[in-house]
T-cell receptor
């Protein structure tokens, strides 16, 4: 089964509100990454958090990682219509073959103006 | 230049056709990837090339044949595909990851493939 599971599957908010997406995974990891995908397009890397980090910020993004619970969250603050996209977490297994990312099912975010 | 380009953007092919998808990057990355993505699903890894050698094949059917002619180019040759192979095919590149680790991957815009 997939390494990463995300919830919610879909999220609809108003512009200016915050959006929180959660990701859970099954095995030990070296790092966890978040990607954004606009409809039918390629993925854009947002942030990478290592297993020895607990929180990381990048602009309006805040990512947390709890390795004891095998979970991560992505918070987008002061959302904009342009944030409308699918968001995926991706993990590598601790002893995986180098380069193999396993993606969660994704959260579809809709930000209404 | 942090761009990964893919051609063509769209491809329609019959089940008896032979076609190729192309991917190019000029970031000096020595790891390149092919992913398949169905609608409303996450990308699924197909192949990984590291230093122009195939390092991971995720049990992909032989009707998909990857090729890495040099460090900047990655091809995916298609032959005798099935309608269920219709999907978005994504190419990505990265620094060669350390053993057991992954690195940030840079994705191209994808090729939308339709098999009739």
């Amino acid at each position: 089964s997939q390494q990463g599971e995300e919830d919610p599957q879909a999220l609809s908010i108003q512009e200016g509100e915050n959006a929180t997406m959660n990701c859970s995974y099954k095995t030990s990891i070296n790092n966890l990454q978040w990607y954004r995908q606009n409809s039918g397009r390629g993925l854009v890397h947002l942030i990478l958090i290592r297993s020895n980090e607990r929180e990381k910020h990048s602009g309006r993004l805040r990512v947390t990682l709890d390795t004891s619970k095998k979970s991560s969250s992505l918070l987008i603050t002061a959302s904009r219509a342009a944030d409308t996209a699918s968001y995926f977490c991706a993990t590598d297994a601790y002893n995986n073959q180098g380069g193999k990312l396993i993606f969660g099912q994704g959260t579809e975010l809709s930000v209404k103006p | 230049d942090t761009e990964v380009t893919q051609t063509p953007k769209h491809l329609v092919m019959g089940m008896t056709n032979k076609k190729s998808l192309k991917c190019e990057q000029h970031m000096g990355h020595r790891a390149m990837y092919w992913y398949k993505q169905k609608a409303k699903k996450p990308p699924e890894l197909m192949f990984v090339y590291s230093y122009e050698k195939l390092s991971i094949n995720e049990s992909v059917p032989s009707r998909f044949s990857p090729e890495c002619p040099n460090s900047s180019l990655l091809n995916l040759h298609l032959h005798a595909l099935q309608p269920e192979d219709s999907a978005l095919y994504l190419c990505a590149s990265s620094q060669v990851p350390e053993t057991g680790h992954t690195d940030t991957q840079y994705f191209g815009p994808g090729t939308r493939l339709t098999v009739l």
